[in-house]
């Protein structure tokens, strides 16, 4: 079944660094990549996306500590957090335009999100 799935979130001082990833599995080809936040009684905000063709676009508040990345045969995107501040504290979504075995078009899907907490 496809699917959507981050992992790498937690808990961090200022300063720190995470590493999230997001994996899409049963699935026969990935467009675009995306990272997204959403903090407590904000709304979802993009941080990072990537390309099939490795054209990146950052949040002004992420560029220079974030880094978005993908390794396509693996069909993972990755997000490396550095130099965390309290602001960036949020739920981390991860969303893909993904192709299924056997379709034409590409459908986009939500992961289920994984917290990242930075404390001061």
């Known amino acids: 079944q496809v699917q959507l799935v981050e992992s790498g979130g937690g808990l961090v001082q200022a300063g720190g660094s995470l590493r999230l990833s997001c994996a899409a599995s049963d699935i026969f080809s990935v467009n675009a990549m995306g990272w997204y936040r959403q903090a407590p009684g904000k709304q979802r905000e993009l941080v990072a996306i990537?390309?099939?063709?490795?054209?990146?676009n950052y949040a002004d508040s992420v560029k220079g500590r974030f880094t978005i990345s993908r390794d396509s045969a693996k069909k993972t995107a990755y997000l490396q957090m550095n130099s965390l501040k309290p602001e960036d504290t949020a739920v981390y979504y991860c969303n893909a335009d993904l192709k299924r075995w056997f379709t034409s078009a590409y459908v986009n899907y939500w992961g289920q999100g994984t917290q990242v907490t930075v404390s001061s």
């Open positions: 990537i390309t099939s063709g490795g054209s990146i």
